[in-house]
């Protein structure tokens, strides 16, 4: 009889071992599976799967991904989240135009759907990459109690930490890959504050286990007072204001640009906004093509003409992946405590400056193309937007320094990088700030490279903490320097000197 018994859970065990590794092998759902894309007429390099997770069944809450497997090894490579700012843009900014697995050409005639084509500089080339709409409300996210889209820093991050542990349920077989979280601009806050959340939940033992090893930042706000503080000294040492202007605003301003009070600190901080009122603040070496008048948003966002490349004897538009150039919060502001207003909140319905977001427009609001990403119609959740006003968003964080001290003090890996010549989020404040947490320099300023060409510069410090530039990039690092930002990101997924 007993050895019956040892048979009978012997065999138990067995099933259930081998129950756990079907699961393992075959836990990505089928019905997400992305089969094709219109606009799309070559082979994916490799599988995509989208679709919406349920964080909150009461309220029909649901967040939207999509999910594009690693061209190289998607069973061992990184996965990684990664997430736009805004607050209220959609992580599709960094699909279409970033380093998602196609690249976008304008369609012709205008407003036909674009032609996509395969990104050599995809960042799926070398890593498992979700690309998430959060917090819910924008992008192809939404929920059914409109009351969702009051939200703050906190809650957002409490969502996407809800929304990780039911896509690993999901997707089980990604559970044992290291996993990073990823973002630009207002990411800076989503990006610590949910590496918190899954540091706390996997201090707490919460299943599933999420396998977490670091998490990257580009161009974010941090620090109201030291974002605030950077811009002044970026734009004086940039050439941008004279050795007179940089005199008298500090003469003015006591050297402090965070919070002006004083009235001809005011009217010198004017002064400067006048003279630089012409300049892209996404990349300053960049042409700003936009009218001289304001022109107001429309449904089909076809408002800015493209810019032109020279190349050789004749001249062809940019490719779309240059629109000019990145959305983003702080608008020439620091991010403050309570709440942040949205892109199109700041500028009371007229278009975001040098932007042009026609491509990503109409391909997402196509029902063809919302039918093959598994995506809710425009019917019944309205037209996609690259930012919307649909949130009401409060900043009720504080200074994200304390979370990077207390992450990186546990040796999770972090990398701020920064393109140089972005006059939205400075790499002056960045600098600053994490030279700040106090580490000791692990690997001295210095050059990097790809193609044996300077590509940016470097400090390491103690803890796993970098801080780089990436030379002559704006506020979107992989948009202007595509092949050097998929360098920098794979050199260190690998753990190899940058």
């Not at 964080?55 to 061992?76: A, M, Q, T």
């Not at 012709?108 to 395969?118: A, D, V």
């Not at 630009?184 to 949910?194: D, F, H, K, M, R």
Request: proline letters at 6%.
């Amino acid at each position: 009889m007993a050895k019956k018994n040892y048979v009978l859970h012997y065999n138990l065990l067995l099933i259930s071992l081998l129950a756990f590794l079907f699961l393992l092998t075959e836990g990505a759902p089928q019905s997400a599976l992305v089969t094709q894309l219109p606009g799309f007429n070559g082979t994916f390099n490799s599988k995509h799967y989208a679709g919406y997770v349920n964080i909150d069944e009461s309220h029909g809450k649901n967040l939207y991904y999509y999910f594009v497997e690693s061209e190289r090894d998607p069973s061992n490579d990184p996965v990684v989240l990664w997430l736009n700012g805004g607050p209220g843009c959609s992580s599709f900014d960094g699909f279409v135009y970033e380093h998602g697995p196609f690249n976008f050409d304008f369609g012709e005639p205008s407003g036909s759907l674009p032609s996509l084509h395969n990104n050599p500089y995809s960042w799926s080339k070398v890593s498992n990459i979700i690309y998430l709409d959060s917090p819910v409300g924008i992008g192809l996210s939404y929920s059914n109690n409109k009351s969702d889209y009051v939200t703050g820093d906190l809650k957002t991050a409490s969502d996407s930490h809800t929304f990780l542990l039911k896509w690993f349920e999901i997707y089980p077989e990604f559970l044992m890959n290291p996993f990073y979280i990823s973002g630009e601009s207002y990411a800076g806050i989503y990006v610590p504050t949910l590496a918190s959340e899954v540091v706390k939940g996997i201090d707490a033992g919460v299943k599933p286990d999420i396998n977490f090893e670091g998490y990257m930042v580009g161009n974010g706000a941090t620090d109201d007072y030291t974002d605030g503080n950077a811009l002044i000294g970026f734009q004086h040492g940039m050439g941008l204001i004279s050795d007179q202007l940089f005199e008298e605003v500090n003469a003015a301003c006591n050297g402090n640009f965070y919070e002006p009070s004083r009235e001809e600190c005011i009217k010198i901080f004017q002064k400067i906004d006048l003279v630089l009122s012409d300049i892209n603040i996404y990349d300053i070496l960049e042409p700003c093509y936009h009218s001289k008048e304001p022109s107001l948003i429309t449904t089909n966002s076809s408002r800015l003409p493209m810019s032109f490349r020279k190349l050789g004897e004749t001249e062809r538009p940019l490719p779309v992946r240059k629109r000019m150039f990145g959305r983003a919060w702080p608008f020439k502001a620091p991010v403050k405590e309570g709440r942040v207003p949205t892109w199109p909140e700041i500028l009371n319905g007229v278009a975001v400056p040098c932007t042009d977001d026609r491509v990503a427009t109409v391909w997402l609001n196509n029902a063809d193309v919302r039918k093959a990403i598994h995506a809710e119609q425009t019917t019944v959740i309205g037209p996609w937007e690259l930012c919307t006003d649909k949130i009401i968003m409060y900043h009720d964080s504080g200074s994200m320094i304390p979370y990077h001290k207390n992450l990186t003090a546990r040796g999770y890996r972090a990398v701020i990088y920064s393109g140089d010549h972005d006059m939205c989020v400075p790499y002056t404040g960045s600098a600053l700030w994490t030279r700040s947490l106090g580490y000791p320099i692990v690997d001295e300023w210095r050059p990097w490279y790809v193609n044996e060409q300077v590509a940016g510069f470097i400090q390491g410090y103690a803890n796993n903490l970098i801080f780089m530039t990436v030379k002559g990039a704006g506020h979107t690092v992989p948009e202007y320097k595509p092949r050097e930002a998929l360098a920098f990101y794979s050199r260190w997924l690998e753990g190899k000197k940058i």
